[in-house]
């Protein structure tokens, strides 16, 4: 079945460092990405989304990455935080009975040590 | 984006009982969801329930287990039914606007079933 997956369950960096995290999806139709950071206790918080149409994406400290031909999309943090530090979840647009869905990946819990 | 609460936020609740979740949207919005997410896992989405239709179930996901309502623009409800101890989750709503496919979460509500 369709799915979307994290290469690496925990990244730790330190701060002012630049972070990566890395993901893969399966369904090449998927045609909209979207980056999430989820604190502790929160709910999923947007971060940057991308379209199929696009390989790079740029917001205020963050990239994201779209390489269609091996499926991966990556996360880029510049300068990271202590804030920085959450759950970072990537997710696929995909078409249901409904209308649309979005499918998350497991998951990259992210440690920033100052 | 939206602002989004979640009533309760958590509960404690014995395995056989029921638990109706409460979700409140600031603005008018067409579609909302329903998701889990057990200890330490991404998000699964439960259902679409979009104002006017009936709730949409994705595969492993049913109504007498989950019963949903979406009366207005602005509110829906998930009920947990017949609560047994595995489904001790977080259950998340979030909504979308329609004009693109991000969606926006609210804090959730962490629900403890002994």
């Known amino acids: 079945g369709e799915s979307v997956g994290l290469h690496l369950p925990t990244l730790s960096v330190q701060e002012g460092d630049n972070s990566i995290i890395n993901c893969a999806y399966s369904?090449?139709?998927?045609?909209?990405f979207i980056w999430y950071k989820q604190e502790s206790g929160k709910g999923p918080q947007f971060i940057i989304d991308?379209?199929?149409?696009?390989d790079k994406r740029q917001g205020q400290r963050v990239t994201v990455l779209l390489n269609k031909t091996v499926k991966h999309l990556s996360l880029q943090i510049a300068a990271t935080q202590p804030g920085d530090s959450a759950v970072y979840f990537c997710?696929?647009?995909?078409?249901?009975?409904?209308?649309?869905?979005?499918?998350f990946g497991k998951g990259t819990t992210l440690s920033v040590s100052s | 984006s939206a602002v989004i609460s979640q009533k309760p936020s958590r509960d404690i609740c014995q395995r056989g009982t029921s638990l109706t979740i409460q979700c409140q949207v600031d603005s008018q919005v067409t579609m909302m969801f329903w998701y889990r997410q057990q200890p330490g896992q991404s998000l699964t989405l439960i259902a679409t329930a979009n104002q006017g239709s009936e709730a949409t179930y994705e595969s492993g996901f049913v109504i007498d287990k989950f019963p949903i309502s979406r009366p207005n623009l602005t509110f829906s409800t998930l009920t947990v039914s017949n609560m047994s101890p595995e489904d001790s989750s977080i259950y998340l709503c979030?909504?979308?606007?329609?004009?693109?496919?991000?969606?926006?979460f609210g804090p959730g509500t962490r629900l403890t079933v002994t």
């Open positions: 991308i379209r199929s149409n696009m």
């Open positions: 979030s909504v979308g606007t329609g004009l693109s496919y991000e969606q926006y």
């Open positions: 997710a696929e647009n995909t078409y249901n009975q409904a209308g649309t869905a979005l499918i």
């Open positions: 369904n090449s139709a998927s045609d909209y």
